[in-house]
Nanobody
Framework: QVQLVESGGGLVQAGGSLRLSCAAS????????MAWYRQAPGKQRELVAQ???????NYADSVKGRFTISRDNAKNTVYLQMNSLKPEDTAGYYC???????????????WGQGTQVTVSS
């Protein structure tokens, strides 16, 4: 089994910054892509940022230039640095990873429990 533990959410004023972390542990052979999604009340979950195993990244248009995704492969951890936060960034943020638990074997998706980010105006 694979566990994802997120941290770093909280309450911040508009214009402030937060850094989210998500550490994967358990039976891991390799990790492919890692990503952050978010879901606001009454809205669908949306992709915020993704980083592949070779470090390629892509971002939602709404966060480009403000958010930065990175990963530490030695620690099986993905980060999301969020700057210039806006009230519309308020949501539950969820870590997503694609993990191969054994070789040979399939690549499976795992989700974190979510961490709340609230941006006040």
């Amino acid at each position: 089994q694979v566990q994802l533990v997120e941290s770093g959410g909280g309450l911040v004023q508009a214009g402030g910054s937060l850094r989210l972390s998500c550490a994967a542990s358990g039976s891991i052979f390799s990790i492919n892509a890692m990503a952050w999604y978010r879901q606001a009340p009454g809205k669908q979950r949306e992709l915020v940022a993704q980083i592949t195993s070779d470090g390629s990244t892509n971002y939602a248009d709404s966060v480009k230039g403000r958010f930065t995704i990175s990963r530490d492969n030695a620690k099986n951890t993905v980060y999301l640095q969020m700057n210039s936060l806006k009230p519309e960034d308020t949501a539950g943020y969820y870590c997503n990873t694609w993990v191969k638990v054994k070789f040979p074997g399939p690549v499976l998706a795992y989700w974190g429990q979510g961490t709340q980010v609230t941006v006040s105006s």
